[in-house]
């Protein structure tokens, strides 16, 4: 059974840019999380989907953004992009909206120069 | 908010000797997973324990809800074992998706 995928693998962006990460989840899963890890500030939660919508969003400014399509998969918007936007960002799946284990993928890590 | 809390921070062991990890939290949870990041950065699950005893191979977990407290037990351990071990809770009754991580143990194995 394939993992959470995420792509692409590295990001190289400009200050003021626009970036998009793109996630699948595991098959069968519904629901999809977005997970920061920036340097010093540890891993910080981002977004949930489950069926489509957004259910829940972490303290993030709204430039952080992201949609989930019919086939489940994932893609997170980071808009106007700024150099502390540089870090490590992990995709999770699980089962549904109930309490499930999150299982994640390997990460896209996106540099802002 | 709820606090995560995960001791030691670091740890040096030679191959072959025990370690416990332990993870405190400062509210009742709903969810309770140990990971361990490998050098490229993905988070590999290694236990999802919101209450009692697990055991996989050389390493196991217990929970203890009502004392709010996680522990990771490695036996034997190997220098494949190094890395970052974190513990994440979800918290409160109704699901937020949310898991708060705590700060993590960054394991070194010496060979």
């Known amino acids: 059974e394939a993992g959470v995928t995420q792509s692409p693998t590295h990001l190289i962006k400009t200050r003021g840019q626009q970036a998009t990460l793109r996630c699948s989840p595991i098959s069968g899963h519904t629901s999809v999380y977005w997970y920061q890890q920036a340097l010093g500030l540890g891993l910080q939660f981002l977004l949930w989907y489950d069926e489509g919508e957004e259910r829940n969003r972490g303290n993030f400014p709204p430039r952080f953004s992201g949609r989930q399509f019919p086939n489940y998969s994932s893609e997170l918007n980071v808009n106007a992009l700024e150099l502390e936007d540089s870090a490590l960002y992990l995709c999770a799946s699980s089962l549904d909206y109930g309490f499930y284990e999150q299982y994640f993928g390997p990460g896209t890590r996106l540099t802002v120069t | 908010g709820i606090q995560v809390e995960q001791s030691p921070p670091d740890l040096i062991l030679q191959e072959g000797a025990n370690s416990t990890l332990r993870c405190n939290f400062s509210d009742s949870v709903n969810n309770l997973q140990w990971f361990h990041q490998n050098p490229w950065g993905q988070l590999i699950n290694l236990f999802y324990i919101p209450s009692g005893t697990k055991q996989n191979g050389r390493l196991s977990a217990t929970t203890v809800a009502t004392e709010r407290y996680s522990l990771l037990y490695i036996s034997s351990s190997q220098t494949t074992d190094s890395g970052v071990y974190f513990c994440?809770?979800?918290?409160?009754?109704?699901?937020?998706?949310?898991?708060?991580f705590g700060q993590g143990t960054t394991l070194q194995v010496k060979p």
């Open positions: 994440a809770v979800g918290v409160g009754s109704s699901n937020t998706g949310k898991l708060i």
